[in-house]
């Protein structure tokens, strides 16, 4: 990669954008010849779970040790603490309905901050015990919510990002929140070792998962009925080639647009850390790189064609010439 400086005083890139790389030539129509990759903000310790909120023009995202989530405005630019305290929260999103909601690691839980301003608890246990540690959560279009629950913000015996050395209760899994309240494991015990981001298809037929524990890669499901998982395999085991050596192109979070293909957050360090771009079929198209380990993105901005990326302690967008799917 180009060894460039994202400081305010960086002159300006030649498009286009040498970082954006097509891998395939089917990648081409996606990359936006004439827009940079911008640093819009630095000094978070470790950055997750960006968010659009379209009514408000705003980005949220999770600074999980500092106990912030903080908000971008579209219309200057400006940054600011959104919330604080938020039980070390990690991944965000809004539903349809454009109430948000949010993975704490510290309180165990999931919960949807309704459009009043109160807190509605949607999951903290499940058969009667406290879940794990909740990490990434989306929205289905029937109203329900789904998440994955893996061991992150528990586990840790000094609680950088929750509960100090907690007790594990349940196998590492996804659960669904239906609209009455009911929370289900969809995912059985065992079947991933460590389920992290998740993001449906654009028609809400497909689940993919992020795993990040062993192997590192992402699985994807089908839906059926709405309610279930079924037909589980692997969509990409995100090997990469760098410099002649095979390497992992570890994900977190992910997200689709609307030509199915996966947008994922990628570490794994330099000529690696960034964005990864995979087909419907699982292979990789397009690279975008960072010069920091991305943890999470998501579409946005006015027609959903902007990349923001959460990547360590920074945070960085570009203009695709594609929409995300989904809301949030």
């Not at 901005?301 to 570009?318: E, H």
Request: glycine share 12%; aromatic share 10%; charged share 20%.
């Amino acid at each position: 990669m180009t060894m460039r400086d994202y400081g305010s005083n960086a002159l300006p890139e030649r498009y286009p954008d040498p970082d954006i790389i097509v891998l395939d030539p089917s990648f081409a129509k996606y990359r936006q010849g004439n827009t940079p990759i911008k640093r819009l903000w630095t000094g978070a310790l470790w950055m997750e779970g960006p968010a659009w909120n379209a009514a408000g023009r705003y980005l949220l995202w999770s600074d999980i040790p500092n106990n912030r989530q903080l908000r971008w405005l579209d219309e200057d630019g400006h940054v600011s603490t959104f919330r604080n305290p938020t039980g070390n929260s990690n991944g965000n999103s809004f539903d349809a309905q454009g109430r948000q909601l949010s993975c704490e690691h510290l309180n165990r839980r999931v919960v949807r901050y309704e459009l009043d301003g109160s807190v509605t608890v949607l999951a903290d246990s499940f058969d009667g015990k406290q879940l794990n540690s909740p990490n990434d959560v989306v929205a289905h279009r029937d109203g329900s919510v789904w998440f994955t629950d893996p061991p992150y913000g528990t586990a840790a015996v000094g609680g950088y990002e929750g509960t100090p050395g907690g007790t594990i209760h349940h196998p590492n899994s996804v659960y669904r929140v239906d609209p009455d309240g009911s929370v289900a494991r969809v995912l059985p015990g065992g079947e991933m070792d460590s389920p992290n981001g998740l993001c449906f298809s654009p028609d809400f037929s497909m689940l993919y998962v992020v795993d990040t524990g062993e192997p590192k890669n992402i699985r994807v499901y089908d839906v059926v009925d709405g309610t279930k998982l079924a037909n589980g395999r692997e969509f990409s085991d995100l090997s990469i080639t760098v410099d002649g050596k095979k390497a992992n192109a570890m994900s977190d979070g992910i997200r689709v647009d609307i030509d199915g293909n996966v947008w994922s957050a990628a570490a794994g360090g330099p000529g690696i850390d960034g964005v990864q771009i995979l087909n419907p079929a699982g292979e990789r198209i397009g690279q975008i790189l960072l010069p920091e380990r991305c943890a999470n993105l998501v579409f946005g901005g006015a027609k959903r064609n902007r990349l923001f990326m959460a990547a360590s302690q920074s945070l960085y967008a570009v203009y695709v010439n594609t929409r995300g799917a989904h809301w949030g």
